[in-house]
């Protein structure tokens, strides 16, 4: 069943999150708020810090000052290990090179996250083995990342990152390593899985073509979401 978004409940805020790297200020009192079930993608030119507000948002970066919200909590308060299993057991990821875990087969990468999460091993590769066929990786289960093409990699990474049905999805420019057309079919299964799971997706990217599947996108500017995009731009 596909799940709209909650338009009465937050999932993740950023409160005027002030980041630098050295002296070179990445993130200027940056704010956004993103609803449950929401798909948001975060678009900016090159250096204007949305991939650094992104992973303040998942706790990877934690910010010099301003607050980051989840789940009536301050991540940027929490300590390490804290963060750390907040990230494992609720949070989910996809990165534009996939980084899979190349002396894992296929189905072991996918299954990752449920292992890391205490599940025994056969439960977890058989939950994994359910997004072959889902994804079109069929017959691809034993495979290592070096026998992937770049689009079956970036498949078997969205279903890594969905696996453990995630509250919310962070994707880093999820098709920038794809052809257009591989690309399209990456963020349509994306999409099309995170809406049947109700997961929230966020995803910092700087084509258009990726920007058009998200419920809304915000502009990221000299380390500020100066500008919104309208609400809905695709239905």
Request: with cysteine; charged share 25%.
């Amino acid at each position: 069943m596909s799940m709209e978004p909650n338009p009465q409940r937050c999932a993740i805020e950023a409160r005027d999150v002030v980041l630098s790297f050295g002296q070179t200020p990445a993130l200027r009192g940056a704010s956004v708020s993103v609803v449950a079930g929401e798909i948001l993608t975060i678009m900016g030119p090159s250096g204007s810090g949305k991939s650094t507000l992104l992973h303040c948002l998942a706790g990877i970066l934690v910010p010099a000052s301003g607050e980051i919200h989840f789940d009536g909590r301050r991540v940027d308060t929490m300590g390490e290990t804290e963060r750390s299993t907040l990230r494992r057991d609720r949070f989910g990821f996809v990165f534009q090179f996939g980084q899979l875990v190349p002396e894992l087969t296929a189905e072991e990468n996918v299954a990752l996250p449920l292992l890391l999460g205490g599940a025994r091993r056969d439960g977890a590769l058989k939950e994994a083995r359910t997004w072959f066929e889902r994804l079109g990786l069929d017959g691809l289960e034993q495979r290592r990342s070096g026998e992937l093409s770049g689009g079956q990699a970036q498949r078997v990474a969205l279903a890594r990152g969905l696996v453990a049905r995630p509250e919310i999805l962070f994707a880093d420019e999820p098709t920038g390593s794809l052809d257009s057309l591989t690309g399209e079919h990456v963020m349509d299964l994306l999409v099309a899985a995170a809406r049947e799971q109700g997961t929230t997706v966020i995803i910092v990217t700087h084509e258009a073509r990726v920007a058009a599947y998200a419920d809304r996108q915000v502009i990221v500017r000299d380390g500020k979401v100066t500008s919104f995009a309208p609400d809905r731009v695709r239905s």
